[in-house]
């Protein structure tokens, strides 16, 4: 029986007038030995180190501490935005060698992530992120009572973090293995730590369906850039993150079924960019794979409560391909699943399902950002045009792919379910307004090797797959466009609300303070939980974060602020009221109180007969609640 010939032979061996080039290597690209060296190699990584040193150069004309409407947007000095141009225009470049030196747009992909995100972890005396700074009092209570106690309700919604503990149990055991001070010391690097490592799972999923590096390394470039939703801080789901992607990685590439990929072995029908289907493996490998993927999925049961269902819907819709139906792995993730939400995570997996009456099938209540109101001031109102643009411009490039290379599509089909999957989560529950973000943020990796498939055109192919000359040249236009675009969206949609996410550090030492001296089961009063060390000694205080409701609630609240907290206080309760800078810039900014209504706010409280100042500074002032 005549087997099938390879594509780059058949194109050799008829005398193609353009000899195909191996795959991931460019047109024009002359195959080099690994490790050569050369001129070459000396101009690929000029770009690299022009744009460090102009990165490096701008870092003390950087006003962080000064920013204003358009957060650290126009506090960024023209270096900065340079060497952003220049990492650029050096992995395009690099691109051109990803075949041969796919170190240079490794290289390059580091760069840019610490380049966007590395700022903060440079220069900021403080966490960026104020919300942040509860997962290290986390920490500290577990290091300082070295016990969990899943079924005690905590004030500040803070009961899950014992009910999902691996996070926390994890950097307790890095801070005390190295003597740390705490968590809050490397903090700010959590985005930086968690991009290194999940860029390699990425490259071992996107290998699995393309040996096009040029396509591979396009597609980590355009997730970095479109992974501005700022969930890979020090939290629980950034770590719950790569280990879901880690567990999709060695799903694609060793559960492959017998006899179920068809057509896709036969190699004239890919796409000159698709790689060969991974070997399949029989029930008793697929069976020992889930033995080893059982600490992986524990894991993210241990660290995070959506995870794990975004990993069950991923499972699933998997599973709705031939190729990868594998109920048995879908069944031991879903036991698991389900076991931890019925013993540790039972009280709020019980309050949760109490909710699911109100926002089942809420479609607009679900997908909504935020607690309520919109967002308020230049720069929060361009970051939410910015990420609404970002969003359009990734699944616009994706669409483009699924129309133009179906047979890419029908190769990486697993991709698209990966990205798909997670949509129908948003009739289920708004998880507290970030519904909208987690989805997009699991449905991102598919949908950046769609996008990066739709401007990088096939290396090679003949006959019908041949990949026109003009097809070339607007995708040599098309890359460096788009990717500066999606540059210039991302850095709205990540620092355009920076005012919120800075917090000095004599506004952090005025609240510290103050818990410090407040009494135990003294109740805690604020706007919102978004201030520095607002859950300080959360184990041993009452917090009532009184402005996080919708907007006409608030507005009624503020007619009578003193009359409003005052009515609704226990009896004979020792109560602080705690009034900062970054409850006011967050609570305008996300429009939880209209414009001035903070100050008025504050006006009012401190006018009031019922609370008395207690300490007053340029950051915040703290007033005590004298029960009549």
């Known amino acids: 029986m005549p087997q099938h010939v390879p594509a780059q032979v058949e194109g050799d061996t008829a005398g193609s007038a353009e000899p195909v080039p191996p795959p991931g290597v460019a047109p024009g690209e002359t195959p080099r030995l690994p490790g050569a060296r050369g001129p070459r190699a000396l101009l690929t990584g000029l770009p690299l180190l022009l744009a460090a040193a102009l990165w490096v150069f701008s870092l003390p004309h950087i006003g962080f501490r000064s920013m204003g409407e358009y957060g650290l947007l126009d506090r960024l000095p023209v270096t900065y935005y340079l060497s952003l141009l220049v990492l650029t225009a050096g992995f395009l470049a690099a691109l051109r060698r990803a075949g041969t030196a796919p170190w240079w747009p490794a290289l390059y992909c580091a760069g840019l992530l610490m380049a966007l995100k590395g700022v903060p972890a440079v220069l900021y005396d403080s966490e960026r992120y104020p919300w942040a700074s509860k997962h290290d009092a986390v920490i500290n209570h577990l290091l300082a009572n070295g016990e969990l106690r899943p079924d005690e309700g905590l004030s500040g919604n803070m009961s899950a973090y014992d009910q999902w503990p691996g996070f926390f149990t994890l950097n307790g055991g890095l801070v005390r293995a190295f003597g740390a001070d705490g968590a809050a010391t490397y903090l700010n690097w959590a985005p930086i730590v968690l991009g290194l490592l999940t860029m390699p799972v990425l490259i071992l999923i996107y290998r699995t369906f393309s040996e096009d590096r040029r396509l591979v390394w396009t597609a980590v470039w355009i997730f970095q850039l479109a992974n501005w939703v700022g969930q890979d801080y020090f939290a629980p789901q950034g770590l719950a993150y790569l280990l879901h992607l880690a567990v999709l990685a060695v799903v694609v590439r060793h559960f492959v079924r017998p006899g179920a990929a068809g057509r896709l072995r036969s190699r004239p029908w890919h796409d000159p960019a698709a790689a060969a289907v991974p ?21 993210i049961n241990a660290v995070h409560q959506l995870t794990p269902v975004m990993l069950c819907v991923t499972l699933l819709a998997f599973s709705l391909t031939r190729r990868y139906r594998n109920l048995g792995l879908l069944a031991v993730a879903g036991a698991l699943m389900l076991a931890w939400d019925l013993t540790m995570g039972r009280p709020l997996f019980t309050e949760t399902l109490g909710t699911l009456r109100d926002s089942l099938g809420q479609l607009t209540q679900n997908s909504r950002a935020g607690y309520a109101g919109q967002l308020t001031g230049a720069g929060p109102e361009l970051a939410g045009r910015a990420n609404v643009l970002m969003v359009l411009a990734v699944a616009v490039l994706a669409g483009a792919a699924l129309l133009l290379r179906r047979r890419l599509v029908h190769s990486a089909l697993p991709l698209l379910l990966a990205s798909v999957a997670p949509v129908p989560l948003f009739v289920v529950n708004d998880y507290g307004g970030e519904m909208l973000f987690r989805v997009y943020l699991f449905a991102l990796p598919g949908a950046a090797f769609f996008a990066a498939a739709a401007l990088v055109p096939a290396a090679g192919g003949t006959g019908a797959h041949r990949v026109r000359p003009a097809v070339r040249r607007i995708c040599a236009v098309a890359l460096p466009v788009t990717l500066v675009a999606l540059l210039a969206g991302f850095m709205p949609s990540y620092y355009g609300k920076e005012r919120m996410n800075y917090t000095p550090p004599a506004e952090t030492a005025l609240v510290t303070r103050t818990l410090d001296r407040a009494p135990e089961g003294s109740l805690i009063l604020a706007t919102t939980g978004s201030f520095p060390q607002a859950l300080h000694r959360y184990d041993r205080l009452e917090h009532w974060f009184f402005a996080e409701q919708e907007l006409p609630e ?75």
Do not use: W
């Open 554 to 628: 608030n507005v009624e609240m503020l007619k009578d602020p003193a009359g409003y907290l005052s009515t609704r206080l226990p009896p004979a309760t020792t109560a602080y009221v705690i009034l900062t800078r970054t409850q006011d810039i967050y609570t305008a900014g996300e429009g939880l109180l209209p414009t001035g209504g903070f100050a008025a706010l504050t006006r009012d409280l401190t006018a009031s007969p019922l609370f008395h100042v207690v300490e007053r500074t340029g950051y915040g002032v703290v007033l005590r609640y004298d029960s009549p």
């Open 279 to 299: 070997p399949p493996t029989g029930t008793r490998q697929r069976a020992v794979c889930v033995v080893v993927l059982v600490p992986l999925l524990v894991a």
